[in-house]
């Protein structure tokens, strides 16, 4: 669904930033 996928880009954009 669309929340979902939103979930996964926060998380995605959250763990670049740890990453970085």
Excluded: P
């Excluded at 979902?4 to 740890?18: D, H, Y």
């Amino acid at each position: 669904s669309a929340e979902v996928a939103g979930a996964v880009i926060e998380g995605a954009k959250l763990t670049f930033n740890v990453l970085q």
